[in-house]
């Protein structure tokens, strides 16, 4: 794909175009910070394998923000996978457990990974939603955006 700004850049164009009484879809798109920011600039829908793909590569989206599931700092974290979520595959799989899973080439540590990242999109969506409803959707941006996009 293109870059981010090129991607964004494209984006104000045809959004000036489209009416806002249809709804604007952008395929293939991306990243949590990618959803939000196309949000602001008034897209509606996305689709994007990136949730299950990072998901079974051990790349995890929390409300904190991204872990790589590999590493070995989460070895012995017994802590919940995100605490932020109260969805079963967040709450109920601790980290290390993911990781046990992942290093031992189980297929389940993939399907919890990506269930994880599908929670976390919907999650994300949903807050953006209700930002835009309260008409704080610029503040909300701004607080949500470090946490999204920081490496754990």
Known sequence: GEPAEQMYAMVDVVTEVLPTSKPRYLMGVGTPANLVEN????IDMFDCVMPTRNGRNGNIFT???IINIRNKKWQMDFSEIDPGLDKYASRHFT???LRHLFISKEVLGMQIASVQNLTFYLWLMREARKAIVRNEFASWKA??????????
């Open 95 to 97: 980290k290390a457990y």
């Open 39 to 42: 949000v602001h600039r008034g």
């Open 63 to 65: 409300t904190e923000g």
């Open 143 to 152: 607080e949500i955006m470090p946490r999204i996009e920081r490496r754990l």
